[in-house]
């Protein structure tokens, strides 16, 4: 009985690190991106290739200030103000970082 516990403790432990370091991951991002964004700006190409590597570091910082700030008065106001994007921008950040028009890279979407 006790052996189990710990071995369930373990794997509970083991579950929880495993998706701390996949906290940020390109693919989750791939997907938000299509869902969220690919309406108001284009497929993943386009859209990450909006802005640089440097651009989207520096957009994500503080909340996302700057990316905010960007849909300020626009159609994407209240998307940028809500749940569904604070959820997903470390994803989102990873992937547009990614695919950056300076990163050499191109998505396939
Ligand atoms: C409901 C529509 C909408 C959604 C959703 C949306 N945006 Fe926007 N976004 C806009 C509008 C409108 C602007 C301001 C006009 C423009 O530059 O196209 C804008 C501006 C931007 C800019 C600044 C462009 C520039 O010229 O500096 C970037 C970058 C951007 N959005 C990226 C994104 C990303 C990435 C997502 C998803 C995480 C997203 N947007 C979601 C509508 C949206």
Known sequence: MKKRTSLLFTALVALGMLSSTAS???????????????????????????????????AFDNEAETFVEWHKGTDGEKYSNGKKFKKYAPHLKEFLFEYANDSGNVPSC
Request: glycine share 12%; with cysteine.
């Open 24 to 58: 940020a991951d390109v693919k989750k991002g791939q997907k938000a991106y299509l869902k969220q964004c690919k309406k108001c700006h284009g497929s993943g190409t386009k859209g990450a290739a909006m802005k640089s590597q440097d651009e989207w570091e520096a």
